[in-house]
Nanobody, 116 residues
Framework: QVQLMESGGGLVQPGGSLALSCTASGSFVNDMGWYRRTPGKERELVATISAGGRTVYADSVKGRFSISRDNGKKTIYLQMDSLEPEDTAVYYC????????????WGQGTQVSVSS
């Protein structure tokens, strides 16, 4: 059974840092990434990373967030620095995984709150 196991998140003051990680199961894992959703808004891309290490960032997080990947562990990491109240959201891990067919999978979500 394919699963995405997320960890990290929590409450931090503005300007602080948090780290998220996500580990995938399954035979082959292609693109992975993080999306986020705030109440009343559509889910938006935060950052993605391909199996080859190519990264894409939302303009709002460029220079503050960094996504990395350990292919051997099928794990991605999101280092979030200089956090702002606007970064408060539920963060969802995403992965495109081959398990008999290629499919998109989502984690259960982890809350990130930035507040003084």
């Amino acid at each position: 059974q394919v699963q995405l196991m997320e960890s990290g998140g929590g409450l931090v003051q503005p300007g602080g840092s948090l780290a998220l990680s996500c580990t995938a199961s399954g035979s082959f894992v292609n693109d992975m990434g993080w999306y986020r959703r705030t109440p009343g808004k559509e889910r938006e891309l935060v950052a993605t990373i391909s199996a080859g290490g190519r990264t894409v960032y939302a303009d709002s997080v460029k220079g503050r967030f960094s996504i990395s990947r350990d292919n051997g562990k099928k794990t991605i990491y999101l280092q979030m620095d200089s956090l702002e109240p606007e970064d408060t959201a539920v963060y969802y891990c995403y992965a495109r995984i081959y398990d008999q067919v290629w499919s998109d999978y989502w984690g259960q979500g982890t809350q990130v709150s930035v507040s003084s």
